[in-house]
């Protein structure tokens, strides 16, 4: 198959990433046959493997986007560093993409970014929004804050020292107590209280 020809049909399904039974449904190919196209047209500079069968079609894709079809089929949402500065809570540019899920705890190099998924409670997994540009869950400023506290015991030792933090007007003290009440945990709940206690006694 022509290739050129191969991306404008798989451009035409107007969606930024596609698996690879879906191009060959597209395509009208067998699975083995369009994974050979979607990789000469990877090579080609075309699109981008993704990984796990997953195609990048639009190069300018939003990287927000790539967390739902790389942690699938677990539930994730945009949290920690990433949303701290997305609600303008921290000035530094976080290099990684960081998210909280059901997911197991794992970090997944791609060629648009590289992605840190971190495992919380599924009575944690809550308090998000979406993003009004790319559609995608974002943790709420408070729940932002409250998934570095709850995740600084863990091993990986990413979250022992938090950056300046600015809270915004709008940071809704009383709603980040009570979300501390869904950690399931009476000793991961008690370090999370004591941390926000700490934070809020020094602004």
């Keep these: 198959m022509n290739l050129l020809f191969a991306l404008k049909t798989l451009q035409e399904m107007g969606v930024p990433i596609v698996q690879t039974r879906d191009a060959a449904c597209k395509l009208q190919l067998s699975n083995a046959h ?3 196209v979607l990789r000469r047209l990877a090579q080609k500079k075309h699109i981008v493997h993704l990984g796990k069968g997953l195609w990048v079609l639009d190069l300018k894709v939003h990287p927000f986007l790539l967390l739902d079809y790389v942690v699938a089929p677990f539930p ?3 949290s920690l560093q990433t949303a701290l500065y997305h609600h303008d809570m921290i000035d530094q540019i976080p290099r990684i993409l960081t998210a909280v899920s059901l997911a197991r705890t794992k970090r997944i190099e791609t060629p648009l970014a590289t992605i840190s998924i971190h495992h919380i409670a599924p009575q944690f ?10 559609h995608v869950k974002i943790a709420t400023p408070e729940k932002a804050l409250l ?3 709850y995740l600084k015991p863990a091993k990986s030792l990413w979250f022992q020292s938090l950056p300046e ?16 009440d869904k950690i399931p945990s009476p000793a ?4 999370v209280k004591k941390q926000l206690d700490v934070l809020l006694r020094s602004r």
């Design 34 to 36: 369009t994974s050979q």
């Design 76 to 78: 994730c949402y945009i």
């Design 125 to 134: 997994f809550c308090e998000y929004e979406l993003d009004p540009k790319t």
């Design 147 to 149: 998934d570095i506290f």
């Design 165 to 180: 933090v600015e809270l915004p007007a709008s940071f809704n003290t009383k709603k980040a107590y009570a979300l501390i």
């Design 188 to 191: 991961r709940r008690s370090i």
